[in-house]
C-alpha cells in the first residue's frame, strides 16, 4: 500500500506527464480502402502485426508504462488495445471503453470505396467529405448494406438513442469527444500514465482540442494506424510542454502519413 502511495507523490512531483495516443491498427476495411466509421470491422492479419511490431515495438523500446487505457466500443480499438497490451505484458490494465470515443459516422458512405466514389463523384467531394471541417455525408439509411448491423450492435447499447448518428461531420465529432477530453485531461493532472487507443477522426479531434488548432489546420493532419504519439504535459497547469512527437521510424511515419492522406486505390 505505501509502495503505491509512493510511487504516485513521486509521480506527482516529476511535474509533468505525458498521454500517448494511438490510431488502431488496419482494419478490413481500411485494407480494402472503404469508409468504415461506425462498422465494426475487425483488424486485418497486417494490422494485428502493426500493433505488435510498430505501437507496442515502439513502446517497449521507449519503456514507456501506463496506468490505464481508453478505447473505442469499436472492436478494431478494443483488439488493438489488447495485443499492445498482451506485448507489454500488462493485460492487467483498467480499459475504458466509450462510445464517444468512437469513430465519426461515415453516413451512407459506409462500406463504400473511396476510389469508386471519387470516380463517381469527383475527389474534390470525397476528400471535401474526408477531410472538411464540415464536410457532411449523406446519413445513414436501410438501403446500405450495414445499416442494420450498425443500428442494432449490441456494443453500442450505452449510446442514448437521441445521440445514436446516422452521419458525422468532423465538427460533431469535436463536440461529442470534447467532455471526453475532459475526463482525460483530469487523469493526466492526477498523474495517471494513459494510453488512448481510438480512430483517425477521433485522434485528429483529439488533437485540435489539446494544441487549440484551427480548422483550417486540423484539415490537413493525416493519422497514420499505430504510430504512437506522445504529448507532455504541465501535471500543475494542464498546459503542454513542447508539441507532438511521434514514436518509430520518420520515414516510415511519413510514407504513412501520405497513404491515409491519399484517397488510394
Ligand atoms: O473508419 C475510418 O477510420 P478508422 O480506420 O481510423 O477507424 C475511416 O473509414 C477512415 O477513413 P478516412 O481516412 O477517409 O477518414
Known amino acids: 500500500m505505501w509502495k503505491i502511495v509512493k510511487t504516485k507523490l513521486n509521480r506527482l512531483m516529476v ?4 498521454l500517448v495516443l494511438v490510431r488502431h491498427g488496419e482494419s478490413e476495411f481500411n485494407l480494402k480502402n472503404l469508409f468504415c466509421g461506425w462498422h465494426d470491422a475487425p483488424l486485418s492479419a497486417g494490422g494485428i502485426e502493426e500493433a505488435r511490431s510498430v505501437a507496442a515495438a515502439n513502446l517497449n523500446r521507449a519503456k514507456m508504462t ?5 478505447c473505442s466500443k469499436l472492436c478494431r480499438s ?11 505484458k500488462c493485460s492487467f ?10 469513430e465519426r459516422h461515415y453516413g451512407n458512405l459506409t462500406g463504400i470505396n473511396k476510389r469508386a466514389l471519387a470516380n463517381e463523384y469527383g475527389e474534390e467531394m470525397v476528400q471535401c467529405w474526408r477531410r472538411n471541417y464540415d464536410g457532411l ?18 456494443a453500442f447499447q450505452e449510446v442514448p438513442p437521441t445521440e445514436f448518428p446516422l452521419t458525422e461531420s ?10 471526453v477530453w475532459l475526463e482525460i485531461k ?5 498523474g495517471t500514465r494513459l494510453l488512448v487507443v481510438v480512430h483517425g477522426t477521433i485522434a485528429r479531434s483529439l488533437i485540435k482540442l489539446i494544441e487549440d488548432m484551427t480548422e483550417e489546420q486540423i484539415e490537413k493532419v493525416n493519422i497514420p494506424n499505430c504510430v504512437p504519439m506522445i504529448y507532455d504535459f504541465n ?8 508539441g507532438l512527437k511521434y514514436l518509430g521510424d520518420l520515414e516510415y511515419i511519413e510514407k504513412m502519413k501520405k497513404k491515409v492522406a491519399a484517397i488510394g486505390d
Open 15 to 18: 511535474k509533468s506527464n505525458q
Open 66 to 70: 501506463f496506468d490505464k487505457v481508453y
Open 78 to 88: 478494443r483488439e488493438t488495445v489488447e495485443v499492445i497490451l498482451s506485448e507489454m
Open 93 to 102: 490494465l483498467p480499459i475504458v471503453s466509450d462510445w464517444r470515443l468512437n
Open 137 to 154: 455525408p449523406p446519413a445513414i439509411d436501410t438501403s446500405n448494406i450495414y445499416y442494420y448491423q450498425i443500428a442494432n450492435n449490441p
Open 170 to 179: 468532423m465538427r460533431m465529432c469535436v463536440d461529442r469527444v470534447s467532455p
Open 186 to 190: 483530469k487523469d493526466i493532472q492526477k
Open 235 to 242: 501535471i500543475k497547469t494542464g498546459k503542454l510542454n513542447g
